[in-house]
């Protein structure tokens, strides 16, 4: 049963209430003890307040256990309602190798038959190439010119390994803001107008971080994925990668409230309270 659109508390932040216009939550928090105004109060920018020009050095200790240091209150606000605090460099390296090893082992399963096939094909003539070496013979030009089959082979595989990596990035970041590595370390991706990362939100971030290593060349695409996942290093005030920025949001850190599938994204009628 749906929600009438009005004031309820945030199951996110209890202590706040927020306004839900029957289908999500919208503007400003406001305090539990306060009336709150007829409409409610638009989103605070999130760039308004500037990040110090001269943090102080990054430390091994800093960049995997970072102080709990909020983000600017007006991002913090938008983000969560409550402010949060941002993730750091460390965080996001080390659940973004645990990803990468689930979705290489998911490939590795998937693609086995396609391989084996790939295998078959060329395996005559990595043969011939190893023989004429050993024998100290010229090896022919067209020992490594692929096959017709061999070719389609390898399409099928290099489409499997895109489609797999999707499937378990885009629905998991638009469901609950967390891939495996992200909700193993404690930390989510959020939008920074505050609302919930839609379907086509997670897609435009996956797609600037997938498309350069997918369409481009490998002298091209990999320079340029590797410069878009440190960009998070250096950028300020929010510590966005270049994904993050095309898809307006932030990695923060996770906190209790919104790890609790009863609460994430939940609505009124989710949560005790009024909307019961």
Known sequence: ?????????????PHTQRFWDGEQWVGGPVPVGESPPAEPPPAPPVLAQAWPEDPPPATAESIWN??????PAEAGQALTGSGQALASPGQRLLARIIDIAIVGVL??????????QYFQEVAPQVDAFMRAVA????ASASAFVLSDRARR??????????????AYEVPSHANRG???GKRMVGIRVARLDGRRVTFWTATKRWLVLALPSVVLSSCIGLPFQL???LWCVWDRPLRQCLHDKFASTAVVVATASVQDPALAGASPGDVPGPGK
């Open 178 to 180: 967390q891939t495996i």
């Open 153 to 166: 082979l390898a399409i099928i595989m290099s489409v499997l390994a895109v489609a797999l990596w999707f």
């Open 107 to 116: 490939v590795a399963v998937v693609n086995a038959y396609f391989f084996r």
């Open 227 to 229: 410069v878009d996942v």
């Open 135 to 138: 024998n100290n013979q010229p």
């Open 1 to 13: 049963m749906s929600v009438s659109p009005g004031w309820y508390p945030d199951p996110a932040a």
């Open 66 to 71: 970072p102080p709990a240091h909020p983000a």
